[in-house]
């Protein structure tokens, strides 16, 4: 059986600032062919994603989560992903809007990475690859595969 | 650093020092559009963007601890939402 399009790397945001979100949505948008880009704006909400992916259901590439969000904060949320065996492959980057030692250290105990929010465009428009480098090389292939 | 000196860079440089060090405090809207305020070292710097994260306004660099009064404000305003 063939496919008609390619399966889709899901890219899975949360977050709450919805300035944010859309940032992040448009940094994706030169990998939009083969990136699905699905958010969340709390914790408790991007939790209740990750625990309803069924078998067989395609898992996020990548999972980014803010720190400060209401509900459920990011770290809460890394804590709880790290407790899913069923993503235990895939790559979690803490993205913050400062770049705290604590929060950093907090992120690399879990296995985790950790991205400060940028400040600028410049820096903006690297963000999608940056955060790309952390996907597995079979990913970073496909996404940027034309 | 203090926030004369930081004042004294360019924007490139304030950026790449507030992106390396500073500690964010909080977001709001000032005349409809974003400002964020970091704290550096013993001083804060508010940034006022044009369009959010991609053309800055301006950069406002003072000790004055009553820069944070609008944040403080929105901090009350929220515990009671």
Do not use: W
Request: glycine fraction near 2%; charge should be negative; hydrophobic fraction near 40%.
């Amino acid at each position: 059986m063939t496919q008609a399009h390619p399966p889709r790397n899901i890219v899975f945001y949360a977050d709450d600032d919805q300035d944010d979100l859309e940032l992040v949505r448009e940094a994706f948008h030169n990998y939009s062919d083969n990136v699905e880009v699905i958010t969340a704006t709390d914790g408790a909400e991007a939790l209740s994603y990750l625990k309803n992916i069924n078998e067989g259901d395609p898992l996020p590439c990548i999972i980014i989560l803010d720190i400060n969000m209401p509900v459920l904060n990011g770290k809460d949320v890394l804590m709880k992903v790290r407790e899913m065996d069923f993503l235990v492959e895939v790559p979690v980057i803490l993205f913050s809007t400062s770049s705290n030692p604590m929060d950093e250290l907090f992120a690399r105990r879990f296995q985790a990475h950790f991205i400060t929010k940028p400040i600028v465009a410049e820096q903006m428009g690297k963000i999608a690859d940056r955060f790309i480098e952390h996907c597995t090389d079979e990913i970073r292939a496909k996404i940027r595969r034309r | 650093m203090k926030y004369n000196e930081f004042e004294e860079l360019s924007e490139e440089e304030k950026v790449a020092v507030l992106y390396a060090d500073a500690l964010y405090i909080g977001k709001r809207k000032v005349n409809g559009r974003p400002a964020i305020l970091y704290q550096l070292d013993t001083f804060y710097v508010e940034v006022l963007y044009l369009k959010y994260r991609k053309y800055i306004a301006r950069f406002i660099a003072t000790d004055d601890l009553t820069i944070l009064d609008p944040y403080l404000e929105q901090i009350k305003i929220e515990s009671f939402v």
